[in-house]
């Protein structure tokens, strides 16, 4: 008997056969044992095609690595490029995910850990939200608490205790509820939802039109109080610019304002007292550090004279020591102190960063130094011409950000080539 | 396994078709719907047709800015997701025309296939052998036809007509184009560490 061959039985099992030539095989292969044999493998073969193909990959971000802490080992993970949890199901346990997209349409029984670009949650957590991700929207319902640090937030469901969020932007709209209160750090926020106890907002641009039921708080550039805003307890409201309140809001006690404003008065002498203050504190810092370890103190100035280096490390080390505080955050669930241990460490090395740059800075100007005299002759200037570029507006801020990148960077450099140099040569003096 | 495309999550046809309809005028929450529902599938097929992860990123964007420019071109009486594929699988096609690694592009090689009969039992223990991920891996270090064939078949769950339609052949060939790259398919994975391969597929 002749058999069928490979492509006449692949076109059968794709159903591309034309009706008598499949019925044709089909009868055959019942009396061909070889036949149904090809006929099962390539079936399998399809199968196996069909599964790699469909099948999800794993992906191997350092977020993945991230979301891995310790202490939630026993929580259920998820790294995918999409990860979705369909409606009806339910995750009985806490999960954290990181992914490109997260939609949550089920059910978390737990907490909801999740950093990615965007999350949407649809369903139903019976725990806290936390969330690094850029883009949130919270539609479903959450039983505990909402943190989230994003570009963008947006409520539209019911919160049943607090809400903080450090965020870009952050929208509650009229259906968003929240149990417990607000503390909001935030570029805009427009509330329109109800709230049961106190709002605290440092918000550059905010509309308030919905319900708070305690306090509130708003440090601001500028506020607007809607027609259907209410405010249960004291509002206290402090900016830049005049609110805007309007008549039909429903206040329990007029709004305090206190217009402070943000930027310098160069026609103050307070303001000059205030820059020379720092300016002497500063200093008197870096004379203490040049004092107590002038070999160290030598080493970082000379750091510094590679700039290119020094800022590219230093760049390198403010955001791994940003990532490294965020990590420690998380390890203990916002149990915070951590990070504090972490930015306690970032703070001094920030701040003696201008010092460093200060030096380098004098010693452009005055030429190199030698002894100790010379050196903090140099640092006074070098201080004072920092803090004169740093009130520049708004290019003072670059001035900073530069001088703090590039002193962080020198430090780091210093310490790894003491380190190294300790290992390698405990013996050799350090060079000049 | 259920096929990439006739897994909707989420949204209902109807939901979809109403979506689709408010994007065609301008509703931009709508068209995130969209986006947000063919994402996903569009990025694992594009995933699959190219040979790296930032290809398929890239092409991912691409293919929904040229959806969203052309969506008044759709036929609502079509199945949304077809059209969408289509645009994909054009789009995929060309980026790997572009890079000039269809070295398979003349379809005379593809006639003088031997239309033989395998051993069904050895066919059987190398698919039975096999893991997903080898077969992945395999996969890649196929020509760019043999690999997109497959994967407009088995990813995307294209007709054969369809799939004539994207590739450029004759309807009649589809099922020999496809038979050859699952032989040619075979042939790497049956070389022992189909990783030793990998580098052979693109030049």
Not at chain 1, 226 to 233: D, V
Not at chain 1, 311 to 338: E, H, N, P, Q, Y
Not at chain 2, 2 to 13: H, I, L, N, Q, Y
Not at chain 2, 122 to 130: A, G, K
Request: hydrophobic residues 45%.
């Amino acid at each position: 008997m002749t058999h069928f061959d490979e492509m006449t039985c692949l076109l059968y099992l794709e159903g591309q056969l034309e009706r008598p030539r499949a019925l044709e095989l089909s009868a055959h292969a019942e009396s061909c044992a070889e036949c149904r044999a090809l006929l099962r493998a390539l079936e399998r073969e399809s199968r196996l095609l069909t599964q790699a193909l469909v099948e999800e990959e794993v992906l191997g971000t350092f977020l993945a690595a991230l979301a891995l802490p310790p202490s939630a080992g026993a929580a259920e993970t998820k790294h995918v490029h999409v990860y979705t949890l369909p409606v009806g199901q339910t995750v009985h346990n806490d999960l954290i995910v990181a992914a490109g997209t997260a939609r949550i349409d089920g059910t978390v029984d737990g907490d909801l850990i999740v950093f990615c670009q965007s999350l949407t949650i649809n369903g139903h957590i019976t725990g806290d939200v936390i969330s690094f991700s850029q883009m949130v929207r919270i539609n479903g319902q959450v039983d505990g608490n909402v943190r989230a640090f994003a570009n963008m937030l947006t409520l539209t469901g019911p919160v049943a205790k607090n809400v903080t969020a450090f965020a870009g932007s952050v929208e509650f709209d009229s259906k968003s509820r929240a149990g417990g209160g607000m503390i909001l750090f935030a570029g805009d926020a427009s509330l329109d939802g109800r709230m049961n106890r106190d709002l605290l907002g440092f918000i550059g641009k905010s509309v308030l039109n919905g319900f708070i039921g305690g306090n509130a708080r708003v440090a601001s550039d500028r506020l607007t109080i809607g027609p259907s805003a209410e405010i249960a307890g004291k509002a206290t409201y402090q900016g830049a610019r005049q609110p805007e309140v309007s008549p039909q809001a429903k206040l329990a006690s007029p709004l305090e304002v206190k217009i402070v404003s943000h930027r310098p008065d160069y026609t103050k002498p307070r303001f000059y007292i205030g820059l020379a203050l720092r300016w002497g504190v500063a200093f008197l810092f870096g004379v203490l550090i040049a004092s107590l370890v002038p070999g160290f103190f030598a080493d970082v100035v000379r750091s510094s004279r590679r700039y290119g280096m020094s800022f590219a490390v230093g760049s390198i080390a403010a955001v791994s020591a940003l990532i490294l505080a965020c990590v420690s955050v998380l390890l203990l669930v916002i149990g915070l102190a951590g990070g504090l241990v972490v930015l306690m460490l970032f703070a001094p090395a920030l701040y003696a960063s201008q010092v460093f740059v200060g030096t380098w800075l004098g010693e452009q100007l005055l030429g190199p130094s030698a002894g100790t005299g010379e050196v903090i002759a140099r640092l006074a200037l070098g201080l004072l011409v920092i803090r004169v570029l740093g009130v520049i507006p708004f290019l003072g801020w670059f001035v900073w950000l530069a001088v703090l990148l590039w002193g962080l960077g020198a430090l780091t450099l210093a310490i790894y080539r003491g380190a190294r140099q300790q290992a390698m040569a405990p013996a050799q003096a350090p060079a000049l | 396994m259920v096929d990439a495309r006739k897994r909707p999550e989420g949204m209902s046809a109807a939901e979809i078709s109403d979506a689709i309809s408010r994007a065609r005028s301008g509703n931009s929450d709508a068209w995130g719907e969209l986006y947000r529902q063919y994402a996903a599938a569009i990025f694992r097929f594009c995933r699959r047709a190219l040979p790296s992860r930032e290809d398929a990123e890239d092409a991912t964007m691409e293919i929904f800015l040229k959806v969203r420019a052309r969506l008044d071109q759709y036929d609502p009486s079509r199945p949304f997701s077809a059209w969408l594929y289509k645009v994909a699988t054009n789009h995929c096609w060309d980026i790997l025309r572009r890079r000039r690694i269809r070295q398979d592009l003349e379809t005379s090689d593809v006639e003088d296939l031997p239309l033989e009969h395998p051993d069904p039992s050895q066919l059987e223990r190398l698919v039975e052998q096999r893991t997903s991920q080898e077969v992945r891996r395999a996969l890649a270090s196929l020509p760019a036809r043999a690999r997109m064939a497959l994967v407009l078949r088995y990813h995307a769950d294209m007709s054969y007509d369809e799939i004539a339609d994207s590739l450029g052949v004759r309807r009649a060939f589809v099922g020999v184009v496809l038979l050859r790259a699952r032989h040619q398919l075979r042939e790497a994975l049956g070389q022992r560490g189909a990783a030793g391969r990998a580098a052979g597929g693109s030049p």
